[in-house]
């Protein structure tokens, strides 16, 4: 079998036909139920396909890596297939293989195929079908966004073409009150290109100028709905900034029925023994409570799950990296956080 692989640049029109090809297969192929999905859409990313298969692998190679996003987008008589053809395309080439954000079914399929799988974090979702925020347990929440309106926030949903400018300041103060950090790539969404058809953007102002913006990317699925993606404000900005613009999301989204709002994936959270598979790495489990514990130089995953579990969040979803291998590999395990441009 001969398979082929597509590097997702702009401009092209092999480009823009891989980009339909991922685009059709996490719409069609939903059922390992990844609320990250619309990310395999980034620019950047590879796209690796079989004859004779319907669906995609996504995924980036750094290093002597090849650092797969998911599990396959693919018809159930061809998942099998299409990632043995993968596996076998990452070892002619002499690279390890390390997939990032599998959920529970993939992860399944993994382990018993002799990857290492261990659970690594966790996305959050929240119903919206009764979703309020009357009561006790979201006072804290509402003073927030009361005291964000009455510093004269005004919030809209925009078209990204019109509003370039007023994103390129806030990302520019918001990298550089992270003492210059790196903007993160590949596990995280992006603005702009042609999958920017799809999200929805809304920006928050104060006398005019913009303070903070929350993008949202679709989910398909059974949890159908939208997942509070890429998110900035200005670090001098009022208190309640991000609350506001989520909340005044929610109510446009409740508006339109929409089912659910997910929060995507945070590593390091959600950790529980119970979430683990047969065969995963104990070694590899520990690392995870560690970097929980002391990694927020790596990602400040305990800030991250702080905001979420501000919202209340209905529903836990555990995610998980699986190591091509007996053995779970520290060094592919870093070089996900290299494709996200971490370090």
Known sequence: ???????????????????????????????????????????????????????????????????????????????????????????????????????????????????????????????????????????????KISRAHRNGLQIREVDANDVRGDIAAIDQAWLGSKGGAQQLEFLVGQIGGEAQAHRRLFVGTIDGAPVAYISYSPVYGSRAGWMHDLSRRIPEGSPGLMEAINAHAIEVFRAEGVAWLHFGFTPFTGLDAAHELDGHSPAFQWLMHALWAEGAALYPAQTQLSYKQKWAPDVLIPEYVAVDGPQASLPGFAHVFRACNAF
Do not use: C
């Not at 690279?95 to 529970?104: F, K, N, T």
């Open 1 to 143: 079998m001969t398979a082929t692989t597509t590097e997702t640049t702009t401009g092209t029109t092999a480009d823009t036909a891989a980009h339909q090809a991922v685009l059709d297969a996490i719409r069609t192929h939903t059922a390992s139920e990844n609320p990250s999905s619309f990310l395999a859409l980034n620019s950047g990313n590879s796209v690796f396909t079989a004859p004779d298969t319907d669906g995609v692998v996504v995924y980036r190679r750094t290093g002597r890596w090849a650092v797969q996003f998911g599990g396959p987008f693919a018809a159930e008589r061809d998942y099998g297939t299409l990632l043995d053809a993968f596996r076998r395309h990452v070892r002619d080439e002499g690279l390890g293989l390390v997939g990032v954000q599998l959920q529970r079914a993939d992860a399944e399929r993994y382990a018993g195929l002799g990857f290492t799988v261990n659970q690594v974090g966790a996305s959050w979702a929240v119903s919206l079908a009764d979703f309020t925020l009357r009561g006790t347990k979201f006072m804290q929440l509402r003073n």
